[in-house]
């Protein structure tokens, strides 16, 4: 059984046959902590008379050097009339500050794509499908303005999902400094997440300090804070054998 892919990212190209560019860029789109985006060369790359396709690394210049992402990815220009007849090629291969895109120069025909009642062209609209796989990720991951390991983007992106306001007052702009205050806060949310009783009371009297110092750094650590003062009351009912 196939296994499935990480991200599955849709565009749709209006007015396809009226472009007058030589490329064209999609949304950026994120996977897993990575941003990507879709390169299109609606009149063909190097004069072919084929749709060219590319997925790249969106904002690659400003990765740490070393980066490198391993990718299995699927392009889809899709019949919109009936899907079986979608052209579709997949590739495997690693992005890098050399390679920072990859993908297919001979899509597919244009004179296929204009034909009348092709299916590929609905309304002038033009649909193409990005299906990606991320299999390993070396060097860090930019996560808003954070540059992290791909270990902690889950956690990062998931405490962001949850409290979006967490570092927009954060104007540090050392990336060395950005991404030490943001390893702290991972090591104070994961010694928080401990059950209280198991807490020692000097731990959390540096969760103290600790939030303190991410505080005067700009974080917004509210939502933080009442679970420090939670985990402290339940600890505090604890010695007082209220629990």
């Known amino acids: 059984m196939e296994k499935k892919f990480d991200k599955k990212f849709t565009w749709m190209i209006k007015d396809f046959s ?22 299109a060369y609606p009149k063909g790359n190097k004069g072919h008379n084929f749709l060219s396709l590319f997925l790249e690394v969106a904002g690659y210049e400003s990765l740490p050097s070393g980066w490198r992402r391993h990718v299995r990815f699927r392009l889809i220009v899709v019949n919109q009339r009936s899907e079986t007849l979608s052209r579709q090629n997949e590739g495997q291969n690693w992005f890098e500050e050399k390679a920072n895109g990859w993908g297919f120069a001979s899509m597919l025909s244009l004179d296929e794509i204009n034909a009348k009642d092709s299916g590929f062209l609905v309304n002038g609209e033009l649909k193409i499908v990005a299906e990606i796989e991320l299999l390993e990720v070396i060097g860090k991951v930019d996560v808003n303005g954070f540059h992290l390991l791909s270990s902690q983007v889950e956690s990062v992106s998931r405490m962001f999902e949850k409290h979006p306001e967490t570092a927009t007052e954060v104007h540090l702009k050392n ?7 943001m390893s702290l806060l991972l090591s104070l949310i994961d010694t ?36 420090i003062s939670h985990v402290l009351e339940r600890k505090e009912k604890e010695k007082d054998g209220e629990m």
């Not at 472009?19 to 390169?39: A, E, M, Y």
């Not at 990336?175 to 205050?181: D, F, I």
């Not at 807490?199 to 959390?204: E, R, S, T, V, W």
Request: hydrophobic content about 35%; proline content about 5%.
């Open 192 to 227: 928080l997440c401990q059950s209280p009783h198991k807490l020692p009371k000097d731990d959390l009297d540096e969760a103290y300090y600790a939030l303190e110092s991410l505080t005067d750094a700009g974080f917004k650590l509210d939502w933080l804070e009442k679970k």
């Open 18 to 39: 009226s472009l007058k560019s030589v490329n064209i860029l999609s949304d950026i789109f994120v996977v897993r902590g990575c941003k990507w985006q879709l390169n």
């Open 175 to 181: 990336p060395n400094l950005r991404t030490g205050y």
